[in-house]
């Protein structure tokens, strides 16, 4: 199976800003488009900033030009850089990936994956 390992939340105060990380692990063989997503109290998930393969982003209208998002494929890592952070930036923060991993111990075969990490808490509070 594959894993999405979220890191780097915590508490800042508004203006502030964070670095997120997730770290993909398995039998990767490939991955296409990896995100990151957000769910706050009461609200559903939403999406945040996407990546593909190729790098190009889309961002959610509420955080462009406040975050970026970025990806090491040499790590299997992403990244959300976010400045200026403010409260209603308060949310669990979760990354997603899909992509291409093999699967199976005495017979190995490529299969498709989409998984979710665990996710990391962002509060933003004076």
């Known amino acids: 199976q594959v894993q999405l390992v979220e890191s780097g939340g915590g508490l800042v105060q508004p203006g502030g800003s964070l670095r997120l990380s997730c770290a993909a692990s398995?039998?990767?063989?490939?991955?296409?488009?990896m995100g990151w997503y957000r769910q706050a109290p009461g609200n559903e998930r939403e999406l945040v900033a996407v990546?593909?393969?190729?790098?190009?982003?889309n961002y959610a209208d509420s955080v462009k030009g406040r975050f970026t998002i970025s990806r090491d494929n040499a790590k299997i890592t992403m990244y959300l850089q976010m400045n200026s952070l403010k409260p209603e930036d308060t949310a669990v923060y979760y990354c997603?990936?899909?992509?291409?991993?093999?699967?199976?111990?005495?017979?190995?075969?490529?299969?498709?994956?989409?998984?979710w990490g665990q996710g990391t808490q962002v509060t933003v509070s004076s």
């Open positions: 398995g039998n990767i063989v490939s991955i296409n488009t």
């Open positions: 990546i593909t393969s190729d790098g190009s982003t």
């Open positions: 997603n990936a899909d992509g291409r991993y093999i699967s199976g111990i005495s017979v190995k075969t490529l299969a498709s994956f989409r998984s």
